[in-house]
């Protein structure tokens, strides 16, 4: 993969999470039916459990976005997002799964040359040999 | 090769490239917005701090909530057509003002003399939803009693519905 798609697939699938995550912080309510039964148990509110999803996915994807431990939050997302498309299946499950997919793609690869991880990222001791 | 972007940021990019040997590269978008001496370990700290202050304001922020209805509950109106004077576990309704609320939308259930806003735990009942649906509108006492027994955790969940007393 070139530069310039790898730029691209970063930047849209952490803008994606932007989405959610803003969606998530501003309209609760409308997320709740996304929730698992299981977490019916949490000793929190749905909308405050959604709130804090919503705020986790917002900070993961600014990480993202800046290129910051890029493939840790592109397989955290990845994970997070494939656990959501089992847990609410049909074609939403699918689509879920597949966009999934596209973070494992980012977490397996070498991040690109406009992530703050390869700015930072230290140059080989020459060889004194 | 540097990319279009490069242009509209090149004179930022030239200087710092005179400041740093580090900005002596082709990606001059992280040049314009964030400052030399920034490292990945001090965004990674600051999107940390950042997170842990985000989630302790949203849960600081949404505890008066959790004994509030939700945002898919209308408005409380008691018997007389007045709405309560104020929400929360203390406030009281009549068995008037739950059977006002017997919908999908809007489910309300009086369970051992309390009311409880049952809206937002229809969709996720591990009994299914055709149970809670049941009891909306309704006093779910004895229905509650014969499923859950004294288990500890529907109480807890209910315990999180609660909006108010039985009048």
């Known amino acids: 993969m070139n530069l310039a798609s790898r730029v691209v697939l970063r930047w849209s699938w952490a803008l994606l999470f932007v989405w959610f995550g803003t969606q998530q912080l501003l309209h609760p309510s409308q997320w709740v039916t996304f929730l698992p039964m299981w977490t019916g148990y949490f000793p929190i509110p749905a909308e405050m459990l959604i709130q804090l999803n919503g705020w986790m996915e917002l900070c993961l994807a600014a990480l993202l976005l800046l290129g910051c431990f890029t493939r840790l939050s592109a397989l955290l997302l990845a994970a997070h997002l494939a656990g959501i498309a089992v847990s609410v299946g049909g074609a939403i499950g699918v689509r879920d799964a597949a966009l999934a997919m596209a973070g494992i793609s980012l977490a397996l690869g070498e991040p690109d040359a406009w992530t703050l991880d390869m700015k930072t990222k230290k140059a080989p001791e020459p060889s004194t040999v | ?167």
């Open chain 2, 1 to 167: 090769m540097i990319p279009p972007v490069g242009y509209v940021c090149k004179i930022p990019h030239k200087i710092l490239e005179l400041l740093h040997p580090r900005f002596r590269t082709n990606s001059p978008y992280l040049l314009v917005f964030l400052p030399m001496q920034l490292t990945k370990r001090f965004v990674g700290i600051t999107v940390g701090v950042v997170f842990a202050l985000g989630a302790a304001y949203i849960v600081y922020a949404g505890r008066p909530v959790m004994n509030r209805p939700t945002a898919l509950s209308a408005t409380p109106v008691s018997a007389a057509g007045m709405p309560p004077t104020r929400l929360g576990t203390d406030s009281s309704y009549t068995m008037a003002d739950i059977q006002a609320h017997s919908t999908q939308s809007s489910c309300w259930s009086a369970i051992g003399g309390d009311v409880y806003d049952l809206t937002s735990w229809i969709s996720r009942h591990p009994g299914g939803e055709g149970t809670i649906i049941g009891l909306c509108g309704t006093d779910g006492t004895a229905a509650y009693t014969n499923q859950h027994k004294s288990s500890r955790r529907p109480k807890s969940v209910l315990a999180l519905l609660k909006i108010g007393i039985l009048k």
